[in-house]
């Protein structure tokens, strides 16, 4: 199979970026697309929204771009299958995925993960997703085995965290992975979609890491975590009722997947404690048990549309991944 480090010199890199009538979050995101001392060869992005001004700031990219309108919002899942398929099919030999709220840390964020790339002869590779407002710590933590890295001190002296990534922001695929993997699901929506396609990539037995010296700018995914037993485990509880709906079926259908039914257990105990014991409500519970026992059933009604892809700051807790 060939490795992202394969295109380094002669090879297509394809930026693909997801939005949602955020025209200034995109605005800078691109402009340090563009910016980068290797920059990507071509920029796709996938507009949820279908919107005019969204238009005008793709037009204006200076690097070769695609800009893909859907009238349909796809969500953060079927935005990103839109655009990786969009990139497979202008040639792309890596494709980096980056998001609208972020940014790459610095000009050589891309040419890193390249180098780091080729260097490991790994099939992708993720930046260390740091917090916008404090660069030393990391916008959502790494498991690293039994432990939890929060700040980027925490990683190590290694170069490389192997067998961790961080979906989506600014992680980069070789097209041969992504042709392993497949494109994120679009059931899920928002939330979860870049859990379940770790998941694959475990399963396939791609190299993947995160390369310590890349970095990607995020805002900081805290707000919906809410730390139980002294802080020694957390549950994710977004505020808006439609994300957690949205976020409780997810889980519920990422702990019947292989590979991830041993979190079934754990999930389970943790949000029955939280809804009943901490918070004493049992409606929240019934309402958490319904969504969950839908995902784990594979029932997935049609999803809101008119939810917007909105914030993603915060996402789901499994096998090593968090982020979006």
């Not at 992202?4 to 605005?27: F, Y």
Request: glycine share 10%.
């Amino acid at each position: 199979m060939p490795t992202v480090g394969a295109v380094l010199v002669d090879g297509r890199v394809v930026c693909v970026v997801v939005t949602h009538r955020r025209v200034e979050l995109l605005r800078r995101c691109l402009e340090s697309v563009a910016a980068q001392h290797r920059p990507p060869d071509h920029v796709v992005v996938v507009d949820n929204a279908d919107d005019a001004e969204t238009r005008r700031v793709v037009e204006g990219s200076p690097l070769p771009h695609t800009y893909l309108p859907s009238r349909t919002n796809l969500g953060g899942a079927g935005g990103y299958a839109y655009g990786i398929l969009t990139a497979r099919a202008l040639g792309a030999d890596a494709v980096w995925l980056a998001d609208d709220d972020g940014r790459p840390g610095d000009p050589w964020t891309l040419g890193r993960l390249l180098t780091c790339a080729e260097s490991h002869q790994l099939d992708a590779v993720s930046p260390a997703v740091v917090d916008e407002t404090d660069p030393g710590r990391l916008a959502f933590p790494l498991r690293q085995g039994l432990r939890w890295a929060r700040r980027v001190d925490d990683l190590g002296r290694s170069a490389v965290v192997m067998g961790a990534a961080n979906l989506f922001n600014g992680a980069l695929f070789s097209a041969a992975a992504l042709d392993a993997v497949g494109v994120p699901d679009p059931r899920l929506f928002i939330r979860g979609d870049e859990v379940e396609l770790h998941r694959r990539m475990r399963r396939s037995g791609i190299r993947f890491a995160t390369c310590v010296a890349a970095t990607y700018e995020h805002p900081q995914g805290r707000d919906d975590w809410r730390p139980l037993w002294g802080g020694r485990a957390h549950v994710l509880v977004p505020q808006d009722p439609a994300k957690r709906e949205l976020t409780y079926r997810n889980l519920g259908y990422l702990t019947a997947q292989p590979g991830l039914r041993w979190r079934a257990a754990p999930d389970a105990v943790r949000y029955v404690w939280f809804h009943l014991v901490t918070q004493g409500d049992p409606g929240a519970l019934a309402a958490w048990w319904r969504s969950w026992s839908a995902g784990r059933h594979e029932r997935f009604r049609p999803p809101r549309r008119t939810l917007p892809l909105g914030d993603k700051r915060t996402q789901l807790d499994h096998t090593g991944v968090a982020g979006r």
